[in-house]
């Protein structure tokens, strides 16, 4: 198991890696993050590891580590923010709904996800005027 101050050092690394946009190195750090299972860094390691596999458009699998972190951590609202966006763009938009409106029951300031569902309510509206 890795020590705290270890995770956090792994988790800062990472994320240095994910803002340069280097995918394959961030990943690599965030997964040792987890592989390490410190508690208190797990749910923002499964997240950001989330992230890159988002960007990468792998869904499937950003999908997998947004619920592990939010099975991690229950009352992290933004995993759920961060599936919320993976099941929109998969056209999955009561999942979505779903995600976004437990996002604004943990945090009614997070405006991103208020705009998400917004956006989410209309193209479901508007898919259904379509008929698919």
Do not use: H, W
């Not at 750090?29 to 508690?39: E, K, M, T």
């Not at 992290?76 to 919320?84: D, H, I, K, Q, T």
């Not at 996002?103 to 705009?115: I, K, M, S, Y």
Request: glycine letters at 6%; one cysteine or more; aromatic letters at 8%.
């Amino acid at each position: 198991m890795a020590m705290a101050g270890e995770a956090a050092a792994l988790l800062a690394a990472a994320r240095a890696e994910l803002r340069a946009r280097r995918l394959s190195a961030a990943e690599e750090l965030l997964s040792r993050c987890i592989a390490g299972g410190a508690a208190g860094e797990l749910a923002t390691a499964l997240n950001d590891r989330g992230q890159v596999r988002y960007l990468r458009v792998e869904f499937a699998a950003a999908l997998q580590d947004f619920t592990a972190a939010i099975e991690c951590q229950p009352g992290f609202e933004v995993p759920y923010y961060n599936r919320g966006l993976v099941r929109y763009r998969l056209g999955d938009f009561d999942e979505a709904m779903e995600d976004f409106r437990k996002v604004l029951e943990l945090n009614p300031q997070f405006e991103d996800a208020a705009l998400s569902l917004k956006q989410a309510i209309l193209d479901k509206e508007e898919k259904q005027k379509r008929g698919y």
